[in-house]
Structure formats: C-alpha cells, structure tokens
C-alpha cells in the first residue's frame, strides 16, 4: 500500500481546519451523527455509514453492504485525523476538474470531483486493479473523464504512472453533458514522442 501523499495530508488537514473554523460559526456543520465528517448539514449526508462493515455507494449514496462486482469495487481509504476509515463502492467513471471549487471533498464523482489527474491512478493501483483481476468476465472499462477548459499536469518525475494491461479511456468534456471538446496531450519521455487523442 503507498504512503498517503503530502499534498493529500495538507489537504485534509487545512479542509479540517476549515471545517472546524466554519463550524464554530454556525455557517458550516455536520450532523451530530457524522462525527464532524460530512459533505452537509443533514444525517444523510455523512461521509461514513453508520455500520462500519458498510460501504458508501458514491452513485447513490446509499451506504450498501456489498458493492456490485457488475458496477463497482471497493475502497478503503484510513483516515488518521478521523482515526476510522471510509469505505465505499467506486463505479467505473472517474471525474477530474483541477478548477472545482465547489467543495474540499474529492471523491472523483461529478459532484465532489478530483483536482488532480492521478488521483484516480492511484486509487485504480491501489484498490481497482487486484478487485478488477479477480472478475470472470472481462474487465470494465474505466473511464476518466476531464473537464473541458481545465489545465492539469501530471509530473512523472515526481509521480511515475504506469498502468499495465489497463482498460481505461481518458477523455476531456464538460462533466455535467457528454460533450467531448479539446484534446489531450500525451508526452511519452522515453521516446519524446507526442500522442494527441481526440
């Protein structure tokens, strides 16, 4: 399992400084079911399910107690400042807009998207790939879908992505309609060769 990045840390740090700030104003605050951890005010809204066995179906919403193989795998992501973990059922769609500012939340769905490119990598390394081998069937595939009219950048250097034998389609539209505009540049530096899909 990889070491959750600094950025990820930092992230969920200021979101919980932010939160507490908010909530100690009363402009912002979970229910009192939630344990201070929620994506709003009302008990349906809490970002663990009230069972710990449960997972959160991230489509529904619904706190499920197996995710459908046919629709989704299971993830669970530990979080040391809540000191419990967040389980829940990933579909096959991934949502990336760098430029979201809708919400601190980033669950890589159309409404609490990822703000990075390889967040859904990593969570895909982690958790989608030994789920997604062990199918009978063929394997889903895997769609990131970026939002039209954003910049995002994944460093190699920094943060190597290599998907082998992957089923996963990337493409750039407007998340909220299937409008795909823009293209996408892939740079591969082993060969300075430059891919273009559109």
Same mark, same amino acid.
């Given at each position: 399992?990889?070491?959750?990045?600094?950025?990820?840390?930092?992230?969920?740090?200021?979101?919980?400084?932010l939160?507490?700030?908010?909530?100690?104003?009363?402009?912002?605050?979970?229910?009192?079911?939630?344990?201070? @951890?929620?994506?709003?005010?009302?008990?349906?809204?809490?970002?663990?399910?009230?069972?710990?066995?449960?997972y959160?179906?991230?489509?529904? @919403?619904?706190?499920?107690?197996?995710?459908?193989?046919?629709?989704?795998?299971?993830?669970?992501?530990?979080?040391?400042?809540?000191?419990?973990? !967040?389980?829940?059922?990933?579909?096959?769609?991934?949502?990336?807009?760098?430029?979201?500012?809708?919400?601190?939340?980033?669950?890589?769905?159309?409404?609490?998207?990822?703000?990075?490119?390889?967040?859904?990598?990593?969570?895909?390394?982690n !958790?989608?790939?030994?789920?997604?081998?062990?199918?009978?069937?063929?394997?889903?595939?895997?769609?990131?879908?970026? +939002?039209?009219?954003?910049?995002?950048?994944?460093?190699?250097d920094? +943060?190597?992505?290599?998907?082998?034998?992957?089923?996963?389609?990337?493409?750039?539209?407007?998340?909220?309609?299937?409008?795909?505009?823009?293209?996408?540049?892939?740079?591969?530096?082993?060969?300075?060769n430059?891919?273009?899909?559109?």
């Open positions: 399992m990889l070491a959750v990045p600094i950025r990820l840390f930092l992230q969920q740090y200021f979101t919980s400084m939160r507490q700030v908010l909530s100690k104003q009363y402009i912002l605050g979970c229910h009192s079911t939630c344990a201070d @951890w929620c994506i709003g005010p009302e008990a349906t809204q809490c970002i663990q399910c009230p069972k710990s066995y449960q959160r179906d991230l489509d529904t @919403w619904k706190c499920v107690d197996v995710c459908a193989a046919d629709k989704s795998f299971n993830v669970e992501i530990t979080s040391e400042q809540h000191q419990s973990s !967040f389980k829940y059922c990933r579909g096959f769609n991934y949502y990336v807009d760098p430029s979201s500012s809708f919400s601190n939340i980033e669950l890589g769905t159309q409404n609490f998207p990822f703000k990075a490119l390889d967040d859904p990598f990593r969570e895909l390394f !958790f989608g790939v030994p789920a997604l081998s062990k199918r009978v069937n063929s394997l889903p595939l895997i769609t990131v879908n970026i +939002m039209h009219g954003s910049n995002t950048t994944i460093h190699s920094n +943060m190597p992505l290599i998907m082998v034998n992957s089923d996963v389609l990337i493409q750039q539209g407007n998340i909220f309609s299937p409008i795909f505009l823009g293209r996408i540049l892939i740079t591969e530096r082993s060969t300075w430059s891919i273009e899909l559109l």
